[in-house]
């Protein structure tokens, strides 16, 4: 069965960096499209990033465009998610998740094949 876990995830200042990871276990990542998806307290899952499998393409929402870089290591089995430059609106639990259709992850369907179970990133003084 293939399973997602996300890590890296933690507590940042403003202005500050992380980046998580999205480790696949089971099954290989490298004929799915992945993204990240993060939901803030009391607000609905928006999606924050996406990678094809086939050329790599990558999309950003507006909010990560120039801060985040999302890449993917299909030697390691691992997706990633750079953040920089930090800000408290990006507090959330942050997942990711994978699907054979690039369509359906970077257009933010929520019925995707597969999701990990979260990680909270929180940015704050």
């Known amino acids: 069965q293939l399973q997602l876990v996300e890590s890296g995830g933690g507590l940042v200042q403003p202005g500050g960096s992380l980046r998580l990871s999205c480790a696949a276990s089971g099954f290989t990542l490298d004929v799915y499209a992945i993204g990240w998806f993060r939901q803030a307290p009391g607000k609905e899952r928006e999606g924050v990033s996406c990678?094809?499998?086939?050329?790599?393409?990558?999309y950003y929402a507006d909010s990560a465009k120039g801060r985040f870089t999302i890449s993917r290591d299909n030697a390691k089995n691992t997706a990633y998610l750079q953040m920089n430059s930090l800000k408290p609106e990006d507090t959330a639990v942050y997942y990711c998740?994978?699907?054979?259709?690039?369509?359906?992850?970077?257009?933010?369907?929520?019925?995707?094949?597969?999701w990990g179970q979260g990680t909270l990133v929180t940015v704050s003084s």
């Open positions: 990678i094809s499998s086939s050329d790599g393409s990558t």
């Open positions: 998740a994978a699907d054979h259709s690039t369509d359906y992850v970077c257009l933010g369907y929520k019925n995707l094949e597969v």
